[in-house]
């Protein structure tokens, strides 16, 4: 099949009859009893014959003297994806006098998506996959590991140049059909901004992939030219939440991210210092200490600071909410593919202050008020004085934010993604099995 949603005829004998997935037909068929139900779930479908059918302007087929119906309705899947196949491919039929009758059900192309993080995780790449899979799974069957070992899936997506590299040099290098099948990797932050110049198994990944996907709209120009071409766009996305009630007795900062070096906690640490004078502003941290040296210094700056605190890591509900209390988000990491944290402040009408990388530039625009330099603390703390002091400033910031907004709906990642798979499934040879 060449799309994500193709149909498959499967034909019994002579006898053959209109259905959707997982209905039975309308009427037994004469003196086809015996074969028992035709219909069939779609992981069944693979074991009998099946031809691909071209979409787009459908023909009427005609059986004798009856006619199918719904071409129209099945002439645009878009957005509709399965639910569109289904109605126009529902268990209609026009005519039955004919005795050549016609099984068609819809079968989903499966894919695979290999994430170097699962659930126990709870970081961005998990967090991709998971709502990938559920932007996906309307049209697609989707299957997520952390390790390929094999399978008949039609297309895989791989999080992670180098920390999936192997996973996707065996999808390539496998003596099965899947060497010929599509490949998307996704490149995250130390991907595009650091392993790609030095790590031969991340440049070979790029070199494997069909289609290689940037979180942020800056991310391509940080690939070799002669891949750039390869390069398509996803932006993430997560639910709108309306900003809750946020005190006017002092500015309430926070920053989200797990202790680690490329997050750079440490420039808000000390941007936190050089504001220990100013009792109205609060700085809070969310995030686990994966480097145990950042988490001791993390707890001496609390208890020594009055208004700092390290909240450790909170589930993803808590933070939510903390986002859309706080005045102001501070990310002010070092590598970025495309924080997941920042387009939830958007998301919340929460006013931003960030480094100025590609993977911030990328989501917040170039003319976004709020940037400071990686690792410069000094205008970080600047900014947020001034947040505290300049209420105007605040309002722009939001202002900015509300027009970036709407690039980050789900609506808009799903959108985006369908679109790229299914151009590379539609790609693939009509006689590669699905």
């Not at 569109?84 to 079968?107: D, E, K, P, S």
């Not at 790449?125 to 998971?130: C, D, G, I, S, V």
């Not at 750039?228 to 006017?248: D, E, G, I, N, Y």
Request: with cysteine; proline share 6%; charged share 20%.
């Amino acid at each position: 099949m060449g799309h994500a949603a193709g149909v498959v005829e499967r034909v019994i004998g002579r006898a053959r009859v209109v259905c959707g997935v997982g209905q039975r037909p309308a009427r037994a068929l004469p003196g086809r009893e015996s074969l028992g139900p035709v219909s069939l779930e779609p992981a069944d479908v693979p074991q009998f014959p099946q031809r691909r059918v071209e979409l787009g302007p459908l023909r009427y087929l005609k059986t004798g003297q009856g006619v199918f119906e719904g071409r129209e309705k099945a002439q645009r899947v878009g957005a509709r994806g399965l639910q569109g196949l289904r109605q126009g491919f529902g268990a209609t039929l026009t005519g039955l006098q004919g005795r050549r009758r016609y099984a068609r059900i819809v079968h989903r192309s499966s894919l695979v998506i290999v994430t170097p993080a699962l659930a126990d995780a709870n970081n961005g790449n998990w967090q991709t996959a998971h709502r990938w899979a559920a932007l996906l799974r309307p049209a697609y069957r989707v299957h997520l590991t952390s390790h390929w070992q094999g399978g008949d899936e039609a297309l895989m997506i791989a999080l992670h140049a180098r920390r999936s590299a192997a996973s996707i040099a065996a999808w390539r290098s496998s003596r099965s059909p899947a060497a010929q099948r599509p490949l998307v990797v996704v490149l995250t932050g130390t991907d595009l901004y650091r392993d790609i110049a030095t790590d031969a198994p991340a440049r070979q990944s790029l070199a494997l992939a069909d289609a290689l996907v940037v979180l942020n709209e800056l991310g391509a120009r940080s690939l070799p030219p002669a891949l750039r071409s390869k390069a398509h766009v996803v932006l993430q996305s997560c639910s709108a939440r309306a900003p809750q009630a946020r005190t006017p007795r002092h500015l309430r900062c926070l920053m989200v991210g797990h202790l680690r070096d490329e997050k750079d906690p440490r420039t808000y640490w000390r941007a936190a210092q050089r504001l220990t004078g100013r009792p109205d502003i609060h700085l809070d941290h969310i995030g686990a200490a994966l480097d145990p040296a950042l988490g001791a210094e993390a707890a001496a700056l609390a208890a020594q600071h009055p208004r700092f605190r390290w909240l450790g890591g909170l589930p993803h509900a808590s933070v939510r909410r903390r986002i859309q209390g706080a005045h102001v988000l501070v990310h002010s990491s070092r590598m970025e593919g495309g924080a997941h944290v920042v387009i939830e402040a958007l998301r919340s009408g929460t006013p931003v202050l960030a480094s100025r990388i590609d993977g911030n530039v990328g989501l917040l625009g170039e003319g976004h008020e709020g940037l400071f330099d990686v690792g410069d603390d000094a205008a970080l703390a600047t900014l947020l004085a001034r947040a505290r002091d300049e209420p105007a400033m605040l309002e722009r910031l939001a202002a900015q934010g509300a027009l970036r907004a709407p690039l980050f709906t789900p609506e808009a990642e799903q959108a985006a993604l369908h679109r790229l798979l299914g151009s590379l499934i539609a790609r693939t040879p009509d006689e590669t099995p699905r």
